[in-house]
């Protein structure tokens, strides 16, 4: 089993900036690869990054690019989803996801996830 806690979500205006983090714990061996999804009221769940654990590749929407960037330490089993120039339409959940292959876009795809932390965007 693997374990992932996110933390770092929060209340924040319009353009401002948030750091999430997803900590790993457990079978970390096994994962592959990390990604960050989003899920607002009402809505599907979004993929928003990914990354190939130990490539260190990356994957990002393009609903999200130039805004959110996605890193990882690798020696600290966390990964990082640094997100600027916040809109309120970024309000949702944020839940990182783990699976044992390469990185997907499709949620179905992810064994693992964390409980999520949500992000507020006030206008």
């Known amino acids: 089993q693997v374990q992932l806690v996110e933390s770092g979500g929060g209340l924040v205006q319009a353009g401002g900036s948030l750091r999430l983090s997803c900590v790993a714990s457990g079978r970390t061996f096994s994962v592959y690869a990390i990604a960050w999804f989003r899920q607002a009221p009402g809505k599907e769940r979004e993929f928003l990054s990914a990354i190939n654990w130990g490539r260190g590749t990356t994957d990002l929407a393009d609903s999200v690019g130039g805004r959110f960037t996605i890193s990882r330490d690798y020696a600290k089993n966390t990964m990082y989803l640094e997100m600027n120039s916040l809109k309120p339409d970024d309000t949702a959940v944020y839940y990182c996801?783990?699976?044992?292959?390469?990185?997907?876009?499709?949620?179905?795809?992810?064994?693992?996830w964390g409980q999520g932390t949500q992000v507020t965007v006030s206008s």
């Open positions: 996801a783990a699976r044992s292959g390469w990185s997907s876009r499709r949620a179905a795809d992810y064994d693992y």
